[in-house]
């Protein structure tokens, strides 16, 4: 077990320590090409990248407008929906507010790419194998907060920006809490109210209108309430271990379920087997959608990946945790309370 994995209550297998100066030089080339990738889509294609939304809102914020009413169609700033995410994600984009927009996109995911390396080589080599599916380079190219909310789930301090998306966040803090997400989430909200103390009327009326223009309403699905999603949970059976409990608690978060993210399943797989495995899936459940294309509107998109991924990739996920010992660390008061359980369902520490 690394220190770090004892210090945030999970346990591994040994993959082979990696010199911190070859996982920093590493991660460091896999943050600049996927930045230049970002900045790239972010320059040559006309609908604006996800984060540019925070950008645009983080620059509102800091000249005295109102974010909500300056996103969205026909608005100041020309994207797709209005700004449905909590003031505190665009206060968390501040940093970059100085940046053009396309930099910004740029610098972000580099940053993002980057820890997300790190945080996979906590398992040696084989987990870099994620950069080849297509979930990676979906989250890149969009430009999306899904590789730097999976890197938290070993960089604790990035736990941070939790309240920025607040279903995956609470997914991730469920499977292993911080006290950083907590003070994030203070901190970010306090700056939020400070700079637009009514900013959540301004969210709930943008929210609102959101819901009319997607007709269908929003397309949030927890996986573990699609065909075949329910066996996800028996994952719960090595319950101690940290990637087992970022798998149930993701599959039951209600979210858009695109390829973006399912990056955060890519923290499961050991070894150059599994890892390949759920690469592969990733671009089957791709093709899988892609060829029943074209559906009727955004909604019926999301849901059949929705579908797909949950059957290609949790799954395959969930196996891959029960092919495990239900061996970690867990807190001294939550030991003395499984103490009386039997010794399958209990688990061990070492």
């Not at 993959?15 to 889509?41: C, D, K, N, Q, Y």
């Not at 006309?46 to 608005?75: K, M, S």
């Not at 807190?331 to 309370?337: N, T």
Request: hydrophobic fraction near 55%; charge should be positive; glycine fraction near 6%.
């Amino acid at each position: 077990m690394t220190a770090s994995e004892a210090a945030r209550g999970g346990a591994s297998e040994p993959a082979g320590a990696i010199a911190r100066r070859e996982r920093f030089l590493v991660a460091l080339v896999l943050g600049l090409v996927a930045g230049h990738f970002a900045l790239t889509m972010a320059r040559t294609v006309d609908v604006p990248r996800d984060i540019e939304q925070f950008w645009f809102a983080a620059r509102t914020l800091l000249h005295g407008g109102d974010p909500y009413a300056a996103i969205g169609p026909g608005r100041a700033f020309q994207y797709p929906w209005p700004l449905v995410y909590p003031l505190p994600a665009s206060v968390a984009l501040i940093p970059l507010a100085w940046l053009t927009g396309s930099w910004a996109c740029g610098v972000f995911m580099a940053l993002s790419a980057g820890a997300f390396a790190w945080a996979l080589m906590e398992h040696g080599w084989a987990p870099l194998l994620a950069f080849f599916s297509i979930c990676v380079w979906h989250a890149a190219g969009t430009v999306q907060w899904s590789p730097l909310l999976a890197a938290s789930f070993v960089l604790a301090p990035l736990s941070v920006v939790y309240v920025a998306k607040p279903t995956i966040g609470a997914a991730l803090f469920v499977a292993r809490p911080s006290w950083w997400a907590v003070g994030g989430a203070v901190a970010l909200t306090a700056v939020a109210f400070l700079l637009d103390p009514g900013w959540v009327s301004a969210w709930r009326d943008a929210v609102a209108r959101a819901l009319v223009q997607a007709k269908h309403g929003f397309p949030y699905r927890a996986p573990v309430l699609m065909p075949g999603g329910v066996l996800v949970l028996v994952a719960l059976a090595r319950w101690r271990r940290a990637e087992a409990r970022l798998l149930v608690a993701l599959a039951c978060v209600p979210h858009t379920l695109l390829p973006y993210e399912a990056v955060p399943l890519f923290l499961v797989p050991r070894g150059w087997l599994q890892c390949a495995a759920l690469v592969a899936l990733s671009h089957v459940a791709w093709w899988w959608v892609a060829r029943h294309m074209p559906f009727p509107d955004f909604y019926a998109t999301v849901i059949a990946y929705t579908k797909t991924i949950t059957v290609l990739m949790y799954l395959p996920a969930a196996a891959m945790v029960l092919a495990r010992p239900n061996v970690g660390t867990i807190p001294p008061s939550l030991e003395r309370l499984v103490a009386r359980w039997p010794a399958r369902l209990r688990g061990s520490a070492h």
